[in-house]
């Protein structure tokens, strides 16, 4: 198959989508530029606070993005390109790109509230707690996963002390980003800049970063860095978000531009074809079959429940109009999309007919490399570029989780039913600074003591976290008086791919334990959060069914 026509093919499916379905959807749910948001009516100068379009941008879809529509379109490739192709293009189109923007616009219309809030509003406070307890369990599992891998990505040396300059080098820019981006956040914040012009500082100060940090490599060991990336998401959480993140962020989103602008321009000049199979079969790996599976393991790009997180955590909070809102929260997924299907184009050509070998960045890397070469950019800078862009995305997601996971743990011990004056306890609980090292203290321990152990009931919980969002967004709809019908089938079908997905996993594991081939300490603990998981949807797709059955109130 010829790769321009699948990527010609995706990126005229998602333009229209944009332009016909996301603003139907803007229609039917009200979207109304002249409404205040909260990032005027409750601007902090801290967590809320009017933002430029591409700004926010630029943070929003570096936090969305990560690596996550890199690694999860190649590992599904097993699959055949076919349905991974489809997943990526109907999934973003009407599933995921409904879900960031849903969660966005529900969030702005209460006070850049967490979709934890909003499910309170239908389910009651009981509701409101198994979500947030829920989705801090799964930002604490993130943030350790995410510091153990950036700490990894930033090793200055092999095993036998050798150094590992590519490393080191996505290290030192990773680090010189962070300085340059806080100068940058300075000079928007009391300079009055065009678009073009801040676009413009920006890109060249990218350029200089990379240049940088391929000419200064910081070799480090990995306990130092872990040190290092926990005290730096510790700062970032409690930092002013135009000090840092805003700026940072938006430097970050021209790496991301770029690495598809290379992929895209690459593809057209080279003309590959793809030589991964159409379809391979309905179980090509044992205990791998198409369903659930391929739903679980593609779900950047597709759907992702973090997304959810990130539009009613940060981006909610920043979002200087309700216009804004459909090319941020809609527009965003289906850059996202656009990712994955030059990931999905970039492992069909590499794999020419042999088994994958390294892991999914490396394999996109060189896969674009490759093509990029034939427009004469030397691969191995195509190569070291791709990859300092991956480890500094990695890093945007981990110290975005880590604000989230702060104002996860904040909201539920700020309830709107207690009445009086809140005790010391729950002042100390709900400070900045305690929130924050309670959150990276417990992704320490996990990093620390084998995250690992339940790291594959990630994939399930996070799309859990997605179909409970689109619950929560559809309730609200309905009580407001706007139409959610949209909302009914990617709720219905994430439930029952996730639940179909518990239930093999606890499953699986039971037969081990039977086999006498499981240790209770991984095996025993994806059993019992598994099962613990499965109870959780199931009693909120009830109470939300129950709720969704009744008739709608008046429009706000």
Known sequence: MNAIVILLLALV??????????????????????????????????????????????????????????????MAAVFGWVPVFLWLIIGGIFIGAVHDFSSLFASVRNKGQSIGVIIQQTLGISGKRLFIIFSWLTLVLVVAAFADIVASTFVGFT?????????????????????????????????????????????????????????????????????????????????????????????????LYAMMIMAVVGIIASN??????????????????????????????????????????????????????KPIGYGAMLIETSLAVTALIAVGVYVNGSK???TPPMIFANGVANFVATVGMPRDVAYTVLILAIASFALTSLDTATRLGRYMFQEFFTLDEAKGEPSALRKLL?????????????????????????WPLFGSANQLLAALALLGVSLWL????????????????????TLTALAMSVYGNVQRFA??????????????????????????????????????????
């Open 13 to 74: 499916l998602l333009a229209i989508a944009y332009i016909c379905y996301g603003s139907w959807l803007a229609r039917q749910w009200g979207i109304d530029p002249t409404k205040p948001t909260p990032a005027h009516t409750m601007r902090d100068g801290i967590d809320y606070i009017p933002t430029k379009a591409p700004v926010l941008m630029g943070h929003h879809f570096a936090s969305i993005a990560g690596a996550g529509p890199i690694n999860g379109p190649i």
């Open 356 to 358: 994958l070998t390294g």
């Open 478 to 497: 309905g009580k407001v008086g706007r139409n959610n019908k949209m909302l009914f089938i990617p709720t219905a079908f994430m439930l029952f791919a």
């Open 430 to 454: 709900v400070n900045n600074y305690v929130s924050t090292a309670i959150t990276v203290g417990f992704g320490f321990l996990l990093a620390t003591n084998g995250y690992q152990n339940i």
């Open 515 to 556: 086999a006498g081939t499981a240790k209770f300490e991984s095996h025993g603990l994806q059993i019992i959060f598994g099962v613990l998981l499965f109870v959780l949807a199931v009693v909120l797709a009830v109470n939300g069914a129950k709720k969704l059955m009744e008739p709608k109130g008046s429009s706000n």
């Open 159 to 255: 095993k036998d002390g050798a150094q590992l300059t590519p490393n080191a080098s996505a290290a030192s820019t990773s680090i010189i980003f962070v300085f340059v981006a806080i100068i940058f956040g300075l000079i928007l914040s009391r300079i009055s800049q065009s678009t073009v012009k801040s676009c413009a500082l920006g890109i060249a100060l990218v350029v200089l970063c990379v240049w940088l940090g391929m000419k200064f490599p910081i070799y480090l060991t990995k306990p130092v860095w872990m040190y290092i990336v926990l005290g730096y998401i510790f700062v970032a959480s409690v930092t002013p978000v135009w000090i840092l993140l805003q700026p940072r962020d938006f430097l970050n989103s021209f790496l």
């Open 272 to 325: 590959p074809t793809i030589s991964l199979p159409a379809f391979t079969s309905w179980e090509p790996i044992p205990g791998w079959t198409l369903f659930p599976i391929l739903f679980i393991t593609i779900a950047c790009g597709s759907i992702s429940g973090f997304h959810s997180l990130i539009s009613s955590g940060t981006t909610a909070k920043q979002l200087d109009s309700e216009a804004d809102a």
